[in-house]
């Protein structure tokens, strides 16, 4: 996508701006024609001491040289006031704009974020996208701050000074226009040559961060393999081939100013030369050759911080690019017209012919069948990779099924708005994630308007007021980054109290007791006896003490379901299901197929 592409995509997000930044832009340009007013009010003055009563400004009716002098003093103080007030509000205005543009866009583009299918933050890094929302706004927020004021007054600056040249002595002004074309065309060939290597800086800057949230996000594992020298020699090599992308670039607009340099330097001499002979030959006044020597350091000067200008703006319109391109990820799972009340439900699920595959892979569910009657509770178990809790996400449409269709209460869920789907189903997975906060706020995570009192008694619940209770601040106990001072089973039991006070007809206990010990799934056992009462509850576990009070027990094997019934009647059929409870009780299996598939799961 070029630049002028991000450009007026960028533009159509500032529509809602659109009165503060053409009020941003008269202020800067107002600033600017004041501040190219100096040189016109020294040549003024020049006239003044030169001619005497006979000077400019004694065609307005002030006659004598005194009053004249005063009206120059007055000019002045006007003009540099003028100029200050200006300055002032230019840049309170711009930094306003940048201020508000990089919030909106950085909720725009989180909010847009969230709306993404799970497959998305498969496929990228966690990295990349907080350098999109954190750096990349931030390099956008800059050049709105600093930049397009900087281009605006640029151009008014070649605008004006060039017309007054003109008018004043149009022969020694075409000496400053000739280096002015080449600038431009210099500046056109640094900016198509800059724009690659500033988009290879933000990807490399892409790779570095989603190294580092990777190796932080894994410094348990990273410890206790030793392999500190192993990640540092990593991120050293992600933070040279940011390093070298930087070089390359910063050494191409680094050449650009020093030659610009050289063309200024070259129109100042003919300027301050012929102008002078002319000056001294009666040609030309006095006080307009004062003028064009002023003023032409007005002129070309400024273009010396085209260089830096341009870098801003390629560096802000590749971080642009990298944001928009988020902003505009198509939304591939959408909710239905359909609202539902999670009061009013009760709870069926009827899985019909449903076809799945994971994007590359060879096809997971095949012409799955499974009916969920509401209110009872359904034990699902298989090997590792049979499709378990791919029917959960499938339910929650966290990925779209290839065919088939999944029903609650006899409507097609994808008819169903998205978040009255979701707001019908709590869900507990072995991996809980606990947000950095106290632990209350986790509890009532997701139920907003909770009071104490129903925190406590979803913890009680949960079987975690007791633990809730020995920590130094109870409920209002920091739990740290991803829950980390508290212990898995603490952990998973908090989940547990958060799925309950959620109070959701459908509850999905997804492996959570995978990970704890013998007490803590006690515990939960006890809970969702508790708790599954007057709810449909699907548990898929590995542990099948965790199914075995289930009103049904499916099966699992490639996709399909090969076993089905309550624990006695599946012990009974000698196959599958009985094979792996004999393992779990530390008995000899018979040779069964998929017990290994079992056991290793």
């Known amino acids: 996508m070029s630049n002028q592409s991000a450009l007026r995509r960028l533009l159509k997000h500032l529509a809602p701006q659109r009165r503060l930044v053409m009020t941003a832009i008269s202020c800067s340009l107002l600033n600017k024609l004041f501040d190219l007013a100096p040189p016109a009010l020294i040549g003024l003055a020049v006239d003044v001491v030169v001619r005497g009563r006979q000077s400019f400004l004694s065609g307005f009716g002030v006659v004598t040289v005194t009053h004249q002098l005063w009206l120059l003093a007055l000019l002045t103080l006007v003009v540099w006031s003028a100029e200050s007030l200006f300055e002032y509000l230019y840049g309170v205005l711009w930094r306003n704009l940048a201020q508000t543009t990089q919030h909106s866009l950085r ?21 990349r996208l907080l350098a999109v929302l954190n750096d990349d706004i931030n390099q956008l927020e800059r050049f709105l701050d600093r930049g397009a004021n900087e281009i605006l007054q640029l151009v008014t600056t070649v605008t004006v000074v060039g017309v007054g040249m003109a008018l004043l002595a149009p022969q020694v002004a075409l000496f400053a226009y000739l280096p002015i074309p080449v600038i431009l065309w210099g500046s056109l060939r640094f900016q198509k040559r800059l724009e690659p290597r500033y988009r290879e800086v933000r990807a490399r800057a892409g790779d570095l961060a989603a190294r580092l949230a990777n190796n932080l996000g894994g410094m348990l594992t990273i410890k206790s393999f030793t392999a500190e020298a192993l990640e540092l020699q990593r991120l050293q090599r992600e933070s040279e081939a940011y390093r070298l992308s930087n070089a390359r670039a910063i050494r191409l607009s680094a050449a650009f100013i020093p030659l610009i340099r050289f063309a200024i330097l070259f129109a100042f001499l003919a300027i301050l030369l012929i102008g002078g002979f002319q000056a001294v030959q009666g040609q030309l006044a006095v006080a307009a050759y004062s003028v064009m ?18 870098d801003d703006f390629q ?24 609202n539902l009340d999670p009061s009013t439900v009760d709870g069926t699920l009827c899985f019909r012919a449903v076809d799945f595959a994971y994007a590359g892979r060879p096809p997971l569910l095949q012409d799955f069948q499974l009916s969920v009657p509401a209110g009872s509770t359904i034990g699902i178990v298989g090997s590792t990779g049979s499709g378990k809790s791919t029917l959960v996400k499938l339910l929650l449409r966290l990925y779209e099924r290839d065919g088939g269709e999944i029903l609650l209460d006899g409507l097609p869920i994808e008819d169903l708005r998205l978040q009255d789907l979701r707001r019908c189903i709590a869900l507990v997975s072995q991996e809980v994630y606990l947000f950095h906060g106290t632990v209350a706020e986790n509890i009532a995570y997701g139920s907003s308007g909770a009071n104490l009192r129903a925190i406590e008694w979803a913890a009680q619940q949960s079987e975690s007021a007791s633990f809730i209770a020995e920590l130094p601040d109870g409920y209002d106990t920091l739990v740290g980054e991803r829950g980390q001072r508290l212990s898995g089973g603490q952990r998973q039991r908090i989940a547990l109290a958060r799925a309950i006070l959620k109070d959701a007809p459908i509850l999905v206990l997804d492996e959570a007791t995978a990970a704890v010990d013998n007490d803590t799934e006690a515990a939960i056992q006890r809970s969702l006896e508790r708790v599954r009462k007057d709810r449909t509850t699907l548990v898929i576990a590995h542990r099948l003490s965790t199914v075995r ?3 049904s027990i499916v099966v699992m094997e490639q996709g399909r379901i090969v076993e089905q019934g309550r624990h006695d009647q599946l012990l009974a059929l000698n196959g599958v299901y009985n094979n792996l409870w004999r393992v779990q009780a530390g008995e000899s299996p018979k040779a069964q197929g998929g017990t290994d598939a079992l056991i290793r799961g």
Do not use: C, K, N
């Not at 909720?107 to 496929?123: G, I, P």
């Not at 020597?293 to 341009?310: A, E, S, Y």
């Not at 802000?316 to 017209?337: C, E, K, Y």
């Open 315 to 338: 560096r802000s319109m590749a971080s642009t690019q990298r944001v928009l391109d988020l902003v505009d990820t198509p939304i591939r799972i959408t909710g239905g017209p359909t």
């Open 107 to 127: 909720l725009e583009a989180y909010d847009h974020l969230q709306q993404l299918e799970l497959a998305f933050f498969e496929q990228d890094s966690s990295g």
């Open 293 to 310: 020597v002023f003023i032409t350091q007005r002129l070309l000067w400024p273009l010396t911080t085209l260089g830096r200008t341009l």
């Open 549 to 551: 009070h289930a009103d």
